[in-house]
């Protein structure tokens, strides 16, 4: 008889992590880690077992945790991924927190007098929906779109719209093409940035190659989005980008020589160069 015990420990002795197979197993048993550990006499059924089979092989094969279990908790908010999408980073956290910030500039910049006019807010690239959707959460107000080029991801974005009650405007684009005639008051993006030969590419093959790199140096997708930026920029509007830990200096220098002010570049909490963004300049 296989019991929660017997099955964390053969999930141990089979070179799976113990803080995934907990996970994984609790999310199994609906149930949590910690009532999990205090009950791990509890006999798994033989549905269950076959089910916790399934999971671990396909775990072991690198298949990534919020795939097998359907979800991925992002800056407090549960969102449904599968293959179609990359599972949201924590990492990527920092950019909503700087759009939100930047949000928070543009009011403070307004006029207090006259008829309130929505911050028109576009997330290009947006998978999942993670970050515009974020980014709706903490600013209701604002008038969100975000965007893909694949219509796959864009079906996983409305879905986990639907379901926080969450009103975006999803349109299938890539980059600014598709966004023409628009202006937008701030622009983030977290788009493929790995470059073709990067080693680390290998332990990603069950995410969707088209959301890890562009090709090349992995360069080719912010080059795309920076050069566009202009126009459907309002002026003061901001563009934020999440980016390579080492691709900060290159970063810069394209918005720089596109025009941007105020060029900063923030740091994730592993203290990684991570984020890089600036404002049109306003004349």
Request: some cysteine.
């Amino acid at each position: 008889m296989t019991t929660v015990a017997t099955a964390l420990a053969d999930a141990r002795r089979r070179g799976l992590a113990s803080l995934d197979a907990q996970l994984l197993l609790a999310r199994l048993l609906a149930t949590t880690r910690t009532r999990l550990i205090a009950h791990d006499e509890r006999p798994l059924t033989p549905a269950e077992s076959v089910r916790w089979e399934d999971w671990l092989v396909r775990r072991l094969a690198g298949e990534p945790v919020a795939y097998l279990v359907g979800e991925k908790e992002f800056h407090g908010l549960a969102l449904e991924v599968d293959r179609r999408v990359l599972v949201p980073r924590p990492e990527t956290e920092l950019l909503v927190d700087w759009a939100c910030a930047a949000i928070e500039v543009l009011d403070s910049e307004r006029p207090r007098d006259g008829a309130h006019v929505p911050f028109r807010v576009v997330d290009l690239g947006t998978g999942s929906g993670a970050i515009a959707l974020a980014l709706k959460r903490a600013h209701p107000r604002a008038d969100v779109t975000g965007t893909d080029v694949s219509a796959d991801a864009l079906a996983v974005a409305q879905r986990n719209a639907e379901r926080l009650g969450l009103a975006i405007e999803w349109l299938q684009a890539s980059w600014w093409r598709g966004l023409e005639g628009r202006r937008f008051d701030l622009a983030v993006a977290n788009p493929p940035y790995i470059a073709a030969d990067d080693p680390h590419l290998a332990a990603l093959r069950h995410e969707p190659k088209i959301g890890l790199t562009p090709g090349g140096d992995g360069m080719e997708a912010l080059r795309a989005i920076v050069a566009g930026a202009s126009a459907p920029l309002a002026p003061a509007g901001w563009l934020l980008l999440e980016h390579g830990f080492d691709q900060a200096a290159a970063v810069r220098e394209l918005l720089a020589g596109a025009g941007f002010s105020g060029v900063q570049t923030r740091r994730d909490l592993a203290g990684h160069e991570r984020a890089t963004g600036g404002r049109r300049r306003s004349f």
